[in-house]
């Protein structure tokens, strides 16, 4: 029984641990869900692999605080998300945009998926080619027929 609490305590430690703080959440429902939303399409510049939702970073909580700021201004969403783009550019966003800037990063796996098709295809038929049936010898024949009469 202790090792089946202890497991249980092990897995609830491991589960997800979202870091925004109660003094930061706002007062309407609404506005915290978009909040919440915004902020985890937003990249912490400390951690860089987590949203700010979800990091305890300092530059995390200002972030948090920043959106919300800016949605109780009454900015759209799409508005914060333009702002904060202005002023960390557009690898703030854990989800880039696609743009001339971007075109690079969303074509490639693109690019290199056709490049490996290509690459394939003529690897396929190099080897097609070489082997391929090529003519016997007489010799060659000769011997072959001579084999097949043996076992008739």
Known sequence: MRR???AFLLLLAAAPAFAVNPDEVLKDPALEARARGLS???RCMVCQNQ????????LAKDLRLLVRERLTAGDSD???IDYLVSR???FVL???????HTLLLWGMPVALAAIGAG??????RRRRISVGAQDL???????LDALLQRED
Do not use: C, F, T, W
């Not at 949203?51 to 300092?58: G, K, R, Y």
């Not at 010898?137 to 011997?143: D, P, V």
């Open 4 to 6: 089946l609490v202890a």
């Open 40 to 42: 985890a399409q937003l």
């Open 51 to 58: 949203s700010i939702d979800d990091s305890n970073a300092d």
């Open 78 to 80: 799409d508005e914060v």
């Open 88 to 90: 960390y550019g557009e």
């Open 94 to 100: 854990l989800k880039p945009r696609l743009s001339e």
């Open 119 to 124: 690459v394939v295809l003529v690897q396929l």
């Open 137 to 143: 010898s007489a010799e060659e024949q000769r011997k």
